[in-house]
């Protein structure tokens, strides 16, 4: 059986993780400290970004952004219809409202043209999301918050608000560490980014995440860390780590704040991982560049995007669409599949299609894109001991499937 997405676990690797396990569990510090700080400075200085946070999740990391740019009950914040359901979960979270908008055809990431008719004086916030690890169009967007047009409409409310002066760019980069925009790396694209080291991403630390800050003056990226990471650690003003210092053990509670916050051991996996990840990157190119060779002699074969001259993908997936199929044939095509012993994915059901959404009113109907990619498309297995042979079993297994439900 060919698994889907698998993480990077081989003999040396194992053998190195469980080296700098070892010795995080020898040091005695296995919560929130020194290799926590490191694996954060190291991602800060390979995204080219100006302050990082390492937390439990991406979700974490989203939902505090949001609550330290002060979104609220009557807020708004724009995201796209096709993507998971966190990034719209952190903003019900907040109190706030998620206005859905609809994706491009050509690349599944949000559209700007539906992006800037959704917005509205209670806009506070846009979550573009890297679809795949694809970088979402970052200058219209930086220079659309930015335009006299919608900087007219923001009604800024708290001091976070009143100091950026318009709506917060927070990127859902959760697929995309490593991906590259005109030069520059994610997490140097936005005000704010944020990675996801769940299991089955790139780069990964068993579950994990992280919050890159970029944002502009009158800002201090280093005072705004420390916010965050009081935040996370049930607003308490020292963390652990702190308070070991002799006669530092008094601390303070300055807020209500959450526990979110990552630990040594599973940063210490995140270093190990950073430091071969351009050999991880290089190789789920190869298998990309191989799929995307196989494909291409079949007219119903949709490529997705993973490189232009301005984008290169972190290839995170491989979101085939298949041409003039309904999304049931999507699904006996996906259960053909898996009767060849290959196990294929869908990324993702839109998010207005999922039960608590249509409860609070929203519709699909009402991004028929999103739909659209939705329904044609399977993701194939892209993980770093995929070999090509296998990625050749993979073509032949979707080919005979399509053979199989189009007859």
Known sequence: ?????????????????????????????????PKTRLFENQLTSYCGGKETLCVNSATAGMELALRWFGVKEGDEV???????????????????????????????????????????????????????????????????????????????????????????????????IGATYKGKKTGSLA????????????????????????????????????????KSLHGQNK???????KGNWRYDIVEAGYKCNMTDIMAVMGIMELERYQETLDKREKIINKYNELLSVYSWAELPLSQTNDK?????????????????QRDEMIKCIFDKDV??????????????????????????????????EISLPVFYDLTLEQVGEVVRAVAAAYSTVTG
Not at 346 to 363: A, E, Q, R, T, W
Request: aromatic share 10%; glycine share 6%; hydrophobic share 45%.
């Open 78 to 176: 724009i995201v796209p219809a096709y993507t998971y359901a966190a990034t719209a979960n952190v903003v019900i979270h907040c109190g706030a409202t998620p206005v859905f908008v609809d994706v491009n055809a050509n690349d599944f990431n949000i559209s700007l043209a539906a992006v800037k008719s959704a917005i509205t004086p209670r806009t506070k916030a846009i979550m573009p999301v890297d679809f795949g690890g694809y970088p979402c169009d970052y200058e219209e967007l930086n220079s659309l918050v930015k335009s006299k047009e919608v900087l007219a409409k923001f009604n800024a409310d708290g001091k976070e608000q009143k100091s950026l002066g318009r709506i917060l760019l927070l990127s859902d980069a959760a697929h995309s």
């Open 239 to 245: 963390d652990a780590l702190a308070k070991t210092q």
């Open 343 to 376: 196990s294929v994915n869908v990324h993702f059901i839109p998010v207005p299609m999922m039960s608590f959404y249509k409860d609070l009113g929203y519709d699909v109907k009402n991004y028929p894109v999103a739909f659209d990619n939705y329904s044609r």
């Open 1 to 33: 059986m060919i698994p889907f997405s698998p993480p990077r676990i081989d003999t040396k690797s194992i053998e190195a993780v469980a080296a700098a396990v070892a010795e995080v569990l020898r040091s005695g510090w296995i919560t929130t400290g």
């Open 312 to 328: 290169q993908a972190s290839f995170h997936l491989f979101p085939l669409r298949i041409k003039g199929i309904t999304e049931g």
């Open 191 to 230: 005000d704010v980014s944020v990675f996801s080291f769940h299991a089955v991403k790139n780069l990964t630390t068993a579950e994990g995440g992280a919050v890159v800050l970029n944002l502009p003056p009158p800002f201090d990226n280093s005072l705004i860390y420390n916010e965050l990471r009081v």
